[in-house]
């Protein structure tokens, strides 16, 4: 009796955690629906030494139905998709190249602050040809 009565309660705990990812999911998804403000810091990486950094702003809209408008140049906006995953936490955007650095339409965000107000995500990009090794990017957003 007293292995039934533990195993349900294991089952029972068991259960709830499963129940709480998918709360947390919906709750960190919702954390990037909105409109943001982000600085974009960009890091020019040679033979494994910084060789260069810059900043720029820029502005990104995500909405709840997996589309959005992201500025590529000062007053012209382009739409994307996205898609959030939950663990480890990442964004997937798809059509809106990133300027010069970015070599397609797709990019994958690894999330390192996932808040309502927040959020601050790195990606990293590797040229096909040049003397760069690798840009790598953050993004420091913040909630309009």
């Known amino acids: 009796m007293k292995r039934l009565i533990l195993a349900s309660i294991l089952f029972a705990l068991l259960s709830c955690r499963k129940d709480d990812g998918a709360i947390d999911f919906d709750v960190k998804r919702n954390n990037i629906v909105g409109d943001w403000e982000i600085t974009q810091v960009t890091q020019e990486i040679r ?7 810059s ?12 589309t959005g408008t992201k500025e590529v140049f000062i007053g012209t906006d382009v739409d994307i998709e996205w898609l959030y995953q939950y663990n480890p936490e990442k964004v997937v955007i798809t059509g809106a190249p990133s300027g010069p650095l970015i070599l397609g339409s797709v990019q994958f965000y690894n999330i390192i602050k996932n808040e309502k107000n927040r959020q601050i995500w790195k990606f990293e990009v590797v040229p096909k040809n040049g003397v760069v090794d690798v840009y790598k990017l953050t993004w420091k957003m913040d909630r309009k």
């Open 47 to 53: 033979a494994d030494t910084l060789y260069a950094e």
């Open 55 to 66: 900043s720029n702003t820029l502005s990104i809209s995500f909405y709840q139905d997996g």
